[in-house]
């Protein structure tokens, strides 16, 4: 009997550490316990996914401009045969396939600007060929929200329906695909994926310098928020600087980090407004290499979800500059739920009190979170275990039957 074919599906290698976290989990997975599986991606950035995990892949859309703004008529025309052409591609690709899993990510929401006809259509069409073709589609840990605009919507809940398996990264996801009609009913809730990534050993970790981390992002607020992104991105990028001054003032070294290539440019500003020797920034190119900036820091603060995921992975006393709810389930399933902050509204003379009160706690909150640490890692290893029985005994008949 030959290998079982295994794909995986996403924006992928596209600059989003979080995204390709993610993947790697999966791929640790399926290497311990399926090393003959004959794994490829279908993905954003194809080049990366290639060269940084050693698996084939295929780019994501036909058309390269697919994420970029359509104004001219020959942009416009090139995006409308894409959708046509990547029904055919998409198809091709999951034919070849037993199983195609979905690794994490935020798949299911919007809490990020998104248009239907872009990453939910891909979605769509992952889904319904996958039910057409009888290979069996897993989402497996992604992040769900609820939806207002209607066509997002519904890609989203069809997407869903079809799909041969689905868990999901908190229980607030499950509920928000609940509440837009989808049987949930034996659907289960894990921890994100990225927590069963390998943590820096107590070893590696060196004594305090009193350093913070502080995690930015190019935030411009949500898919219910486009009328007022840029004062929302004005007012955050106001509040970080404010708030890494007032650190600096207080002889503070500030190591600025990011979590997807598009916050390079917040960093910058910060780095031009602040000019101060004190702060820093560095180049993390995985959540590994975040996951050991944030293990070497007495504390940190951070905006985007695979940030927070990092610095509470690592243990280290973490302050939530919450963009969504799922940032808030996150630091409370740790036990840190206290300590979140609204993005949207950054109010630095509070943003300073709460992370002066996450200080004085240090110690009681890094044993919180070893002691959750350990609940997570059981938890992921039960994920992997279900996937082991829900998809892969399945996708052996299914193949031998093919062939």
């Known amino acids: 009997m030959s290998a079982v074919r295994v794909g995986v599906f996403g924006l992928l290698g596209s600059g989003n550490l979080g995204n390709d976290g993610s993947l790697e989990a999966v791929l640790g997975y399926l290497r311990t316990e399926h090393p003959d599986a004959v794994v490829d991606a279908l993905c954003g950035g194809p080049e990366v996914v290639k060269a940084r995990y050693g698996i084939e892949a295929t780019r994501l859309h036909w058309y390269g401009g697919e994420y970029r703004t359509a104004s001219r008529a020959g942009a416009i025309a090139g995006k409308g045969l894409g959708k046509l052409v990547d029904i055919v591609r998409t198809a091709s690709w999951v034919r070849r396939h037993d199983v195609v899993i979905v690794p994490g990510m935020g798949v299911l929401e919007a809490t990020l600007p998104l248009r239907p006809w872009g990453f939910p259509y891909a979605l769509f069409l992952l889904c319904a060929t996958g039910r057409l073709f009888r290979t069996r589609v897993a989402l497996v840990g992604v992040g769900a929200d609820a939806i207002r605009e209607r ?52 070893g590696e970790r060196p004594a305090s310098t009193g350093l913070v981390c502080v995690g930015v992002m190019d935030f411009h607020g949500g898919n219910d928020d486009r009328a007022r992104a840029e004062e929302i991105h004005r007012r955050y990028l106001d509040g970080m600087t404010r708030f890494v001054r007032a650190l600096v003032a207080d002889g503070r070294p500030v190591r600025l980090l990011t979590g997807d290539s598009c916050d390079s440019p917040v960093v910058a500003a910060i780095l031009d407004a602040v000019d101060s020797p004190l702060v820093t920034a560095a180049e993390a190119s995985s959540l590994a290499d975040l996951t050991k900036e944030m293990a070497g820091a007495d504390a940190v603060v951070a905006t985007r979800y695979h940030n927070l995921v990092c610095a509470l992975k690592a243990g280290t006393p973490t302050l939530a500059l919450s963009y969504a709810a799922k940032s808030d389930a996150l630091m409370e399933r740790m036990g840190l739920g206290a300590y979140c902050h609204p993005a949207r509204e950054v109010d630095v003379d509070r943003l300073l009190e709460q992370f002066r009160e996450l200080e004085k706690r240090a110690g009681e909150l890094r044993q919180t979170l070893a002691e959750q640490n350990l609940i997570v890692t059981g938890q992921l290893d039960e994920q992997f275990r279900e996937l082991n029985s829900a998809l892969f005994p399945a996708a052996g008949r299914a193949h031998q039957e093919t062939r």
Not at 157 to 184: E, F, H, K, N, Q
């Open 151 to 202: 066509p997002t919507r519904a890609l989203v809940r069809r997407s869903a329906r079809l799909a041969a398996y689905r868990s999901y990264r908190d229980t607030l996801s499950r509920d928000a695909m609940r509440a837009m009609g989808v049987d949930t009913a034996r659907d289960r809730v894990y921890p994100d994926l990225a927590f069963a990534l390998p943590t820096p050993a107590e």
